[in-house]
């Protein structure tokens, strides 16, 4: 089977085993974004268990496996499903307005982004972020709260230096050790770490 015919029956496994656990659930209706969320983690999520930035390599390995033993696939599938739920609740909140935040917040919020797209090294300060988030138990749209961390270790810096972007000296390695840092916290910390701006009824 092809990479991209397994992905899709995982897709659909995963589909299958987050609806047993919401009731009404439609994976093909406007809650397919939930599946696709939580397929984009799965993937992340198996390519640092199994130490491979290759999806192709995750997906062979994960095809071996279901050709073994389907049904013990299918078991740990509805297991970290179960996980991703949990973290679900606890880390993502949806919001059906426009969540207002103090505008200077935002000013820097948005200097920091435009700082991080343009940064070196950004996509293995990412990397490290991620593994670092996966380590201390989160499974949950990791990569986007592997952003917004980032992006808020920059946006402190801005602040020091008067908002002034050609003063403002970004080392990875110092930004990493801060997040490392932060992310060791976070066991301890239940609060929401990403904020979605989709219709309420559709991942409540």
Same mark, same amino acid.
């Given at each position: 089977?092809?990479?991209?015919? /397994?992905?899709?029956?995982?897709?659909?496994?995963?589909?299958?085993?987050?609806?047993?656990?919401?009731?009404?659930?439609?994976?093909?209706?406007?809650?397919?974004?939930?599946?696709?969320?939580?397929?984009?983690?799965?993937?992340?999520?198996?390519?640092?268990?199994?130490?491979? $930035?290759?999806?192709?390599?995750?997906?062979? #390995?994960?095809?071996?496996? /279901?050709?073994?033993?389907?049904?013990?696939?299918?078991?740990?599938?509805?297991?970290?499903?179960?996980?991703?739920?949990? #973290?679900?609740?606890e880390r993502v909140r949806v919001l059906s307005t426009k969540f207002d935040m103090p505008k200077d917040y935002m000013e820097n919020i948005r200097m920091a982004r435009k700082v991080y797209q343009h940064m070196?090294?950004?996509?293995?300060?990412?990397?490290?972020?991620?593994?670092?988030?996966?380590?201390?138990? $989160?499974?949950?749209?990791?990569? /986007?709260?592997? $952003?917004?961390?980032?992006v808020e270790e920059i946006a402190k810096r801005i602040r020091k230096t008067s908002k002034d972007l050609n003063i403002v000296a970004i080392d990875p390695l110092k930004i990493y050790n801060a997040l490392s840092a932060r992310i060791s916290r976070l066991p301890k910390e239940k609060g929401p770490l990403v904020y979605l701006n989709i219709r309420p009824n559709v991942f409540q």
């Amino acid at each position: 089977m092809s990479t991209m015919n /397994f992905r899709n029956r995982l897709f659909s496994l995963l589909a299958e085993e987050l609806g047993s656990y919401i009731p009404q659930f439609k994976p093909y209706t406007l809650d397919y974004q939930m599946v696709v969320y939580a397929s984009r983690d799965l993937e992340t999520w198996l390519k640092v268990k199994l130490d491979t $930035e290759d999806a192709r390599t995750v997906y062979r #390995k994960i095809e071996e496996y /279901f050709r073994r033993d389907p049904v013990d696939l299918k078991a740990s599938v509805n297991f970290w499903a179960g996980m991703w739920l949990k #973290k679900w609740q606890e880390r993502v909140r949806v919001l059906s307005t426009k969540f207002d935040m103090p505008k200077d917040y935002m000013e820097n919020i948005r200097m920091a982004r435009k700082v991080y797209q343009h940064m070196d090294y950004k996509l293995d300060l990412k990397s490290m972020a991620v593994r670092k988030l996966i380590k201390h138990g $989160e499974i949950c749209m990791i990569e /986007f709260i592997a $952003e917004n961390l980032i992006v808020e270790e920059i946006a402190k810096r801005i602040r020091k230096t008067s908002k002034d972007l050609n003063i403002v000296a970004i080392d990875p390695l110092k930004i990493y050790n801060a997040l490392s840092a932060r992310i060791s916290r976070l066991p301890k910390e239940k609060g929401p770490l990403v904020y979605l701006n989709i219709r309420p009824n559709v991942f409540q």
